[in-house]
């Protein structure tokens, strides 16, 4: 099962946050870390008196269940002392399931895919630098989706590595 997974953070050194945060996601036993894209800047989306984003989006390959992959996501954050100040607000370590495979998801804890994936630009700009020829359940070509979609300040820092 390949799930793609977005990172993002706004708080106490976000480059630093994203780059350690992907060695925990590599660290856990059961996910393989099979792409990582560039890391990107960008502007917040939600309340404009915040710091910026650093984003990136992962994929692994794993057995786990969808749940288990959550459950381990929502450690690591909470390993990085995730604050979250307010709705929309700013955040020390945020990370998304986006996609498993071209499965549905609806459940209380996880929505699959992930709700607003294909109108954010710090999702939709580096899941197609890691995977061009994705489809979307229920929103298309992810091509045809990044074609559509204004960059809205997003700048990619580096290449990937
Ligand atoms: N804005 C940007 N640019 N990047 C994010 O990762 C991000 N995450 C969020 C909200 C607050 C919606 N805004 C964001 O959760």
Redesign the pocket.
Known sequence: MRVYI?L???LEQPQQQILTAIRDIEAIAGLELVAQSSLYH??????QD?P??I?AVVAVETELAPLAVLDALQYIEQSHGRVRKRH????TL?LDILLVDDRVVNETRLTVPHPGIAE?A?VVYPLAEIAPDLTIPGKGKLADIKANCPLDGLKQLNESP
């Open positions: 977005g993002g953070s706004n960008s502007p917040p989306m939600g309340p915040q910026d984003y984003n929309w607000g700013e955040r945020d954010r710090f």
